[in-house]
């Protein structure tokens, strides 16, 4: 964007960005990476727990917003692999916030039509985590007005590896031949099979890397980064992401005269 938009951008009510954004572009997969909780914490002289507890009002503004426009899918970052290497009282504040989160969001998910589900290695998550993510999972499978996906002990490396190893056990078992194996077969082998790929990805806090997210699945998508850190990233920061994405131009490694819209 330009100084000029951005600036004129800047004027505009939330309302009015809202009706900037041009319904048939909408994504309808977006992904993101939450980050910068800890330092917007240590930015106001916070425990870093602080920033994580402040970045749920973000959560919920994210799906209003994905709610209000009818983006259907919304895949949120929330506890890599490689953040079990905190220390210990962070994660174990991490998953307190994750049991509080799901306990006292519940009722108001079920309400709004979301269906929650997770992705990860899941089995790594204290008991009482998982049995809150397993009632959440189950209370809101019939749900399909937004699926929130919510990656929890996530690797992408390790979503690889998960597939190729179901895929393997096929093999072995006889049902499946090496030429089968296709882009198509192992899609269908990742924890997000039965979701597109993100049309969106937006990264917070300033940082320009993936952080081992989705590595398969972010093949095409756009991606966003702003400085702004993830519990200051509300409705209308969002909105300003969609704005951008809709001035992108997705060629798919196309030349864009073939393009059909
Ligand atoms: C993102 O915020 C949340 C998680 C990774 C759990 P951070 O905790 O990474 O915050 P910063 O990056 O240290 O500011
Ligand atoms: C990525 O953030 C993981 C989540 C947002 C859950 P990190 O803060 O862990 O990533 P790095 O360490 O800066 O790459
Ligand atoms: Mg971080």
């Given at each position: 964007m330009s100084t000029n938009e951005s600036s004129?951008?800047?004027?505009l009510s939330n309302e009015e960005l809202a009706t900037k954004l041009d319904s048939d572009l909408l994504p309808k997969h977006v992904a993101i990476i939450m980050d910068g909780n800890g330092r917007w914490a240590e930015l106001r002289t916070l425990p870093r727990i602080a920033g994580h507890r402040e970045g749920i009002q973000s959560v919920r503004d994210m799906?209003?917003?994905?709610?209000?426009?009818?983006?259907?899918?919304?895949?949120?970052?929330a506890f890599s692999q490689e953040n079990w290497n905190r220390p210990a009282q962070e994660i174990s504040s991490l998953m307190g916030l994750l049991e509080y989160?799901?306990?006292?969001?519940?009722?108001?998910?079920?309400?709004?039509?979301?269906?929650?589900r997770t992705i990860g290695r899941l089995d790594a998550l204290p008991a009482s985590a998982l049995q809150w993510v397993r009632a959440a999972e189950q209370e809101t499978a019939h749900l399909d007005k937004l699926h929130l996906t919510v990656a929890l002990s996530y690797g992408g490396r390790t979503e690889i590896v998960d597939a190729v190893r179901e895929l393997l056990r096929e093999a072995q078992d006889g049902k499946l031949q090496p030429n089968e194996v296709d882009e198509a077969r192992i899609q269908q082998h990742l924890y997000?099979?039965?979701?597109?790929?993100?049309?969106?990805?937006?990264?917070?806090?300033?940082?320009?890397?993936?952080?081992?997210?989705?590595?398969?699945?972010?093949?095409?998508?756009?991606?966003?980064?702003?400085?702004?850190?993830?519990?200051?990233?509300?409705?209308?920061?969002?909105?300003?992401?969609?704005?951008?994405?809709?001035?992108?131009?997705r060629r798919f490694g196309r030349v864009l005269s073939t393009i059909s819209s």
């Open positions: 004129a951008m800047d004027q799906i209003t917003v994905c709610l209000e426009l009818g983006i259907h899918a919304l895949t949120i970052y989160y799901l306990s006292t969001e519940r009722t108001k998910l079920i309400e709004q039509g979301v269906r929650f997000t099979h039965d979701l597109p790929d993100p049309d969106l990805l937006i990264r917070t806090s300033g940082e320009t890397r993936i952080s081992n997210f989705l590595l398969w699945q972010l093949a095409y998508t756009e991606l966003y980064f702003t400085p702004t850190l993830w519990p200051d990233f509300r409705r209308r920061e969002l909105l300003l992401a969609l704005l951008e994405y809709q001035r992108r131009e």
